[in-house]
T-cell receptor, first 115, second 112 residues
Framework: DGGITQSPKYLFRKEGQNVTLSCEQNLNHDAMYWYRQDPGQGLRLIYYSQIVNDFQKGDIAEGYSVSREKKESFPLTVTSAQKNPTAFYLC??????????????FGPGTRLTVL | GENVEQHPSTLSVQEGDSAVIKCTYSDSASNYFPWYKQELGKRPQLIIDIRSNVGEKKDQRIAVTLNKTAKHFSLHITETQPEDSAVYFCAARPSGYSTLTFGKGTMLLVSP
């Protein structure tokens, strides 16, 4: 195990508070991703980054923000604008090599609960 | 954008039976189709994948088939065991992109 880590494992927040989820990888991957997982909804892409200092919105970016100041790190901030933030959040990373099947490796996840 | 439909949402089988999970995709430009297994409370892990220039791929008890014309692909698990119980996700990736579009998942329950 290892390679891509997320912290904390469990996170509780009060309504109206922003909270930041950590994601770190030591796989030397250029690309990193954030997904949200809800029961019966699969994995939905929030944001992704293919290179340092660049990132793009995924399918459900509203109420979230990210930064990519270092190759190893891709933190996700869940803002108070996110209407229903309680969910399991997964971070992933992959290579960007052309012609390669770019397997995405997932972190262990953070379960966020809004009280 | 890409849309991936996955069926069934739940699948219950007896140990030793076969299990089949089916996915369809919408973007004919998709050329990479991975399957992930997620055990309860754990991270998803890649179990098998297939590229669009291949019709079938096997790895021990697991196989994936792809029909490009019909835009569907399937996961086949033979001789199921209780440890196969998990949620399985299919995904598709269009050529030139690094992002995956996932299906909603299938919960497989293998009873001893």
């Amino acid at each position: 195990d290892g390679g891509i880590t997320q912290s904390p494992k469990y996170l509780f927040r009060k309504e109206g508070q922003n909270v930041t989820l950590s994601c770190e990888q030591n796989l030397n991957h250029d690309a990193m991703y954030w997904y949200r997982q809800d029961p019966g909804q699969g994995l939905r892409l929030i944001y992704y980054s293919q290179i340092v200092n660049d990132f793009q919105k995924g399918d459900i970016a509203e109420g979230y923000s990210v930064s990519r100041e270092k190759k190893e790190s891709f933190p996700l901030t869940v803002t108070s604008a996110q209407k229903n933030p309680t969910a399991f959040y997964l971070c992933a990373s992959s290579t960007r090599l052309a012609g390669v099947d770019n397997e995405q490796f997932f972190g262990p996840g953070t379960r966020l609960t809004v009280l | 954008g890409e849309n991936v439909e996955q069926h069934p949402s739940t699948l219950s089988v007896q140990e030793g039976d076969s299990a089949v999970i089916k996915c369809t995709y919408s973007d004919s430009a998709s050329n990479y189709f991975p399957w992930y297994k997620q055990e309860l409370g754990k991270r998803p892990q890649l179990i098998i994948d297939i590229r669009s220039n291949v019709g079938e791929k096997k790895d021990q008890r697991i196989a994936v088939t792809l029909n490009k014309t019909a835009k569907h692909f399937s996961l086949h698990i033979t001789e199921t065991q209780p440890e196969d119980s998990a949620v399985y996700f299919c995904a598709a990736r269009p050529s030139g992109y690094s992002t995956l579009t996932f299906g909603k998942g299938t919960m497989l329950l293998v009873s001893p």
